[in-house]
């Protein structure tokens, strides 16, 4: 089963492979990741969807934790959570069935961001299982080409996020310092 | 206060004012910044042979202190070749900041000559690692590291810093605020639990302590002390731990694990609660987990909240850091022991003398050989000189689990011995670090015939700063760990085990400076160790042993820690 983690982290350059790192000592397959900044610039928001079993979950979580630059890391595998994905899809579009696409297209609710004579491009969000078939009916209008955005998660219970404070660090005096 | 100065007296500036006075290194092009500041600094540099060895030496001298120690290298090669040796001190919990250089910062990427991705290639092998390309990093980045490495769990850190960086001028000022906000240390312990701990351990009627490296990395032996004695519970410590308790304590069995004692390896199948302190049940010392400790509750105590449950599931965990909850524990403890002490009296009594039968049954004894040197003998000579108050480094193999057997540490971080990662090549590089340490004391650096090579270039360092080490090489011309697997799993074919060329020690230590002495007999092994001992400086020796001894008690890999193998019955050789 697919394991959903939801992760902040230090904006920091090779704090992602920290965490990735974790998953593929393990030989895990990382199925989709997304990583963006956060309202607070210094700190990135993570979603990692991954095959892991499910004894080694609650493991695998807490040695994200312990990462230095993790804030905080989540499982929302089993927790009340929203996941959503974004597709942009390309498809090509001869004048006969342009109408239908569009038609199918608002039945997802999936906007239409650029028309040209070829074809659409398309933006639909929403399930990933529902984006799937979305993707399965455009393909039965003819060639597309597809960009998916891998899942971003938000648990609908709030948790309390714990942040260490700034820390003294005693040190000797030396010489040149004083 | 602020003045400019360049990146390389920054650093060095930053290693004073966290207390080192002597870092292990070897330099290298992108070092020569930090090597001429080094030049005329207050700070000792230890010229080592090989990278490996600085991160060795840095983990010795961090393992006999409990501070951090510092090694250095340059980039490239130099970098690579530290990776053991953080990793050895990532497995066992070591506090080390390694420094690399690294190439000036716009050429990384182009594979500029000596260049490696040392950030990259480091970042499993340390518990965090920094890349810091601008002086005005360095201050930062230097006490970060030390606050890591330090605290909570330690661990290596490593610091990576490029040429530019060094060569660069910056504006110093001291840093007195560590800002992490992702790095949180749990230290205190839970009340309540610290309080239902001390209900159980006092409820049970078998109750067992299993102590590790985290009992010395706290400084908890005292603590550890008061909790086993008011319980009056049996205890072990690991591999890791050897020394936390007393070896002379009344209620020390001993190890446990694959090479551990009869009765520690049985008290652990018989007990009913498992008081699990500063350890992480290693395999090695577990056996089959199905079937370790199958009776008991488990209380597991540890300052990483990833190591609870991690193997074994837990009845009681606490995270926090070992000294304060044993302290709060002893305390606990003691404030029921009015009550419950006499109630528990008659339990007591029956587990310990179940312990002791046990002890009598299959007691950890030194063989005695009559024409040749038996290794146990060897170990139970080096007890006797040590008397619990020597440092001794061990290198990895059979001799390693003969000395934990049989040499007591009657004080914690006297026994230096590469545990998690099992390093070849670490007893030499060590003692070095732990003599650099504590030039006062008597150091023992104990090795097979395979590590003492793998360390050899070592040897000029030895003789180099004259330092007080004893190299007693165990010689049964094999790797015999792996011959004696080999012997007992794979039909006794043994495939590139035998050590058939050694250097003749007497001449290997001429050509060093070095006295050296090649010991064959019984009779004259404790007159040469102690004449080893006295003589003042470095002195090596090849103690040949018979080659075809195994270590026992022996728990197969993967077999049941109550399924032992035991030593078979010896011939008696009456002497003439």
């Known amino acids: ?178 | 206060m602020s003045n400019l100065m360049n990146g390389a007296h920054i650093l060095l500036e930053c290693l004073a004012r966290e207390g080192v006075d002597v870092m292990f290194g070897y330099p290298g092009g992108v070092m020569l910044p930090l090597y001429d500041a080094i030049y005329d600094n207050p700070i000792q540099h230890v010229l080592v042979r090989h990278e490996e060895n600085a991160a060795f030496a840095a983990s010795g001298y961090a393992r006999s202190t409990g501070k951090v120690g510092v090694c250095c290298a340059t980039s490239g090669p130099g970098a690579t070749n530290l990776t053991t040796g953080l990793v050895d001190a990532l497995m066992d919990s070591i506090p080390i900041v390694a420094l690399t250089g690294q190439v000036t910062s716009t050429l990384i990427g182009t594979d500029a000559f000596q260049e490696a991705d040392t950030f990259g290639i480091t970042r499993p092998c340390t518990k965090h690692n920094i890349l810091v390309t601008r002086a005005d990093e360095i201050a930062h980045a230097i006490h970060e590291a030390f606050h890591i490495a330090s605290t909570g769990r330690p661990g290596p850190v490593l610091v990576d810093i490029t040429k530019d960086a060094f060569q660069g001028q910056a504006h110093y000022a001291p840093v007195h605020e560590i800002h992490l906000p992702g790095y949180k240390v749990v230290t205190e312990g839970h009340a309540g639990q610290i309080r239902r701990a001390a209900q159980m351990m006092w409820e049970a009627k078998r109750p067992y302590v299993y102590a590790g490296g985290g009992i010395i990395s706290a400084n908890a032996h005292e603590e550890l002390r008061g909790v086993v004695e008011t319980l009056d519970a049996p205890a072990v410590c690991t591999l890791m731990g050897l020394g936390a308790l007393p070896g002379s304590h009344p209620n020390f069995i001993s190890m446990p694990g694959m090479h551990g004692s009869y009765a520690a390896n049985m008290g652990m199948y018989e007990c009913d609660l498992l008081i699990a302190l500063g350890v992480r049940f290693d395999d090695r010392v577990t056996g089959r987990l199905s079937s370790f400790a199958p009776h008991a509750r488990v209380i597991h105590v540890d300052i990483d909240p990833a190591e609870i449950g991690k193997n074994r599931a837990v009845d009681l965990p606490i995270v926090g850091d070992a000294r304060k909850v044993l302290a709060k524990l002893v305390k606990a403890l003691k404030e029921l022991a009015p009550e419950m002490q006499a109630l528990r009296a008659a339990d007591r009594k029956a587990w310990w003398s179940v312990v002791h039968a046990w002890k009598n049954q299959h007691p950890l004894e030194p063989v005695f050989g009559v024409d040749e040197i038996k290794p146990q003998q060897l170990m139970y000579e080096i007890d006797k000189i040590s008397d619990g108050k020597a440092i001794v480094a061990s290198d990895v193999g059979q001799h390693q689990m003969w000395a934990a057997q049989f040499i007591r540490f009657d004080q914690p971080r006297l026994w230096v011995n590469s545990g998690g990662l099992g390093s070849m090549g670490f007893g030499l590089p060590s003692a070095i670090g732990a003599q650099m340490a504590h030039p006062g004391k008597l150091v023992f650096c104990i090795c097979g015939d395979g590590g003492f090579q793998m360390a050899l270039p070592e040897l000029a360092t030895l003789a180099n700063f004259g330092l007080n080490v004893k190299v007693v090489v165990m010689n049964n011309g094999y790797l015999g760990m792996v011959r004696q697997w080999q012997e007992l799993f794979y039909n006794n074919r043994l495939s590139s085990v035998e050590i058939n060329t050694f250097p003749n020690v007497e001449h290997l230590g001429a050509a060093y400076g070095i006295k050296a002495k090649i010991v064959r007999s019984p009779l004259e092994l404790e007159r040469a160790l102690r004449e080893a001992v006295d003589e003042p400086g470095p002195y090596l020796m090849d103690v040949r042993v018979s080659s075809f001894e195994n270590v026992y008690p022996m728990v197969p890999a993967g077999g049941a820690i109550n399924e032992m193998v035991l030593a078979p019955p010896r011939p008696v050789t009456v002497p003439e």
């Open chain 1, 1 to 178: 089963m697919l394991m959903t983690i939801s992760l902040l982290m230090e904006n920091r350059p090779g704090a992602l492979m920290r965490v990735t790192g974790l998953l593929t000592q393990r030989g895990y397959n990382i199925e989709s990741l997304t990583v963006a900044r956060t309202l607070d610039p210094t700190l990135s928001r993570m979603t990692i969807g991954v095959d892991v079993e499910a004894r080694l979950r609650a493991l695998v979580i807490k040695q994200m934790n312990r990462l230095v630059n993790v804030l905080q890391a989540t499982d929302l595998t089993e927790v009340q959570s929203v996941v959503r994905e974004l597709v942009l899809l390309r498809v090509r579009a001869p004048m006969e069935s342009r109408t239908a696409i569009l038609k199918e297209a608002e039945i997802f609710a999936a906007r239409v961001v650029d028309s040209s004579v070829e074809g659409f491009v398309i933006e639909a969000t929403g399930e990933i299982e529902k984006l799937s078939e979305f993707i399965a009916v455009m393909g039965s209008y003819g060639e597309i080409e597809v960009t998916r955005s891998g899942g971003v998660a938000v648990s609908l219970e709030a948790k309390k996020l714990r942040l260490a404070p700034p820390v003294p660090r005693s040190q000797t005096e030396t010489v040149e310092s004083r």
